[in-house]
């Protein structure tokens, strides 16, 4: 059974939560550091260290911008990083300035990444920071990364989604989208870092939790907005992304926190029963009541024993003819139901009908579903779940005196059962002439050998 990474998001969700959670699950920060210098950004600091949050041990990473004549003591390095040790709760507690307006006059005013409390006046010291890029200009630095196709793919599939929903928000084309706050270099670093993590950790499948949101507004430089933001109410509307409210005051799950969620993706629940193999925290830079942490876990799905879930269908039907029944039987079984029946019934009216019923998997569905709508005349089907416990099997093809004849060998605890095949039955009662029973018994009896 395959790795699942599972996002638990009870205190929201931003670009560097994610970065640090992964992190602190096994991420290969070698691999996060020479990425990043590849793309040729410069103008930032990487922070690597611990925090507390609620007594609790958290990764803290934090993207250090350098301002000109602000640059925090470090110097304008390409991609220099640091490392941090102890308990330091909001050592960097700044906003990178994302409330710079485009050229076509709108304004991309969310203060992110939501845990920075004072805004800068510019994001760098190096003019190619105070460009204003499109959505190409992000492919562009997306390209020059020294990265696989799938770490690529993941960090253009957010930059997407973000694009879109700033794009909903201002009213205006995907290509008119300039981007400050997501295109801001502590953004791309953080999209990029989440993709480059995600793939280090060699995962399967994502499960991400409901997101917790706070409630209030949020002051940009325009003026104030609600909470949710109107990107993260669009990303979460668009992808099917649950948001579960709170009652902490302000922003829990930022535009790029939705976009990661909504990009990574893969399953919407967790599995019935699994080992958790690792955990990882990362930290947010507010304080609330409880600890402001993104819990990552890698999970092991436990192997089904011998019983497994499955689904059953259902469908009362008066108006349609037998060779229509048999043909919709046919259809279910080659299309891969396990087993499909009629049933007698009367219906409203007093009038004779059939249940058509059938058992399948989960995964099976929809395709079922498909031809009874289809090759019947029900307009309505039910379903519920159902476990059912099944013995092993396997298929020989035993010899007899009149060819082969397949078998079917089912175990049960230290018990054997050979069931001859229909078919194989039928096929050699036709060329010997000998009765069912006669011919079945043969077969048995040279399997049991």
């Known amino acids: 059974m395959g790795k699942i990474l599972y996002l638990e998001c009870n205190s929201g969700i931003s670009g560097d939560m994610t970065v640090g959670a992964l992190l602190d699950l096994g991420a290969d920060r070698e691999a996060l550091t020479k990425a990043l210098q590849s793309l040729g950004v410069d ?11 609620c007594g609790l041990d958290a990764y803290a990473f934090d993207v250090i911008l350098e301002d000109k004549g602000h640059d925090h003591g470090h110097g304008t390095v390409h991609g220099h990083s640091h ?5 330091h709760e909001n050592d960097h507690n ?28 510019h994001i760098s010291g190096h003019d190619q920071l105070h460009v204003h890029r499109n959505l190409q200009d992000i492919y562009a630095i997306i390209d020059r990364l020294d990265s696989n196709s799938r770490v690529k793919a993941m960090a253009r599939r957010m930059f997407e989604i973000v694009a879109e929903a700033e794009s909903k928000a201002h009213g205006i084309p ?13 953004s791309i670093v953080d999209i990029i870092g989440v993709a480059v993590c995600v793939d280090s950790l060699g995962v399967d499948e994502i499960v991400v939790s409901p997101l917790s949101e706070g409630y209030g507004s949020v002051r940009c430089q325009h003026g104030v907005i609600p909470v949710p933001v109107p990107a993260t109410v669009t990303i979460a509307s668009a992808h099917g992304l649950t948001l579960r409210l709170t009652d902490n005051e302000g922003e829990m799950v930022t ?7 909504a990009a990574l993706r893969t399953r919407k629940g967790l599995p019935s029963s699994f080992r958790i193999l690792k955990t990882g925290i990362g930290a947010g830079k507010k304080d609330f009541k409880q600890a402001n942490i993104l819990r990552a876990m890698i999970l092991q799905e436990e192997e089904k024993e011998a019983g497994e879930t499955m689904w059953v269908l259902e469908a009362n039907i008066d108006d349609c003819t037998g060779e ?6 046919e259809s279910l079984l080659e299309a891969g139901a396990a087993d499909v029946w009629y049933t007698p019934v009367f219906m409203k009216k007093n009038r004779p009908a059939y249940m058509l019923s059938l058992i399948c998997r989960e995964g099976e569905i929809s395709r079922m579903e498909d031809i009874l709508f289809i090759q019947t005349t029900t307009i309505g089907v039910r379903r519920y779940p159902v476990s059912r416990t099944i013995l092993d099997r396997k298929k020989r093809t035993v010899m007899t005196e009149w060819g082969g004849a397949e078998v079917k060998i089912c175990t049960y605890k ?12 039928r096929s050699i009662c036709r060329q010997s002439g000998l009765d069912y029973q006669t011919v079945y018994g043969i077969i048995r009896k040279e399997a049991e050998k």
């Open 43 to 53: 103008g930032y600091h990487l922070h690597f260290g611990r925090t507390r949050k």
């Open 83 to 87: 490392e941090h040790d102890g308990s």
């Open 174 to 186: 995907v290509e008119e989208v300039h981007f400050h706050e997501v295109g801001a270099i502590d």
């Open 324 to 329: 229509a029944f048999g043909f919709a039987m």
């Open 94 to 121: 700044h906003s990178h300035g994302h409330d710079h307006e485009n050229d076509h006059g709108h304004s991309h005013c969310h203060d992110h990444e939501n845990d920075h409390n004072h805004d800068h006046n």
């Open 414 to 425: 230290d018990r054997t059962f050979c069931y001859p095949e229909f078919e194989s039955v």
């Open 255 to 261: 535009p790029t926190g939705a976009a990661i969620a």
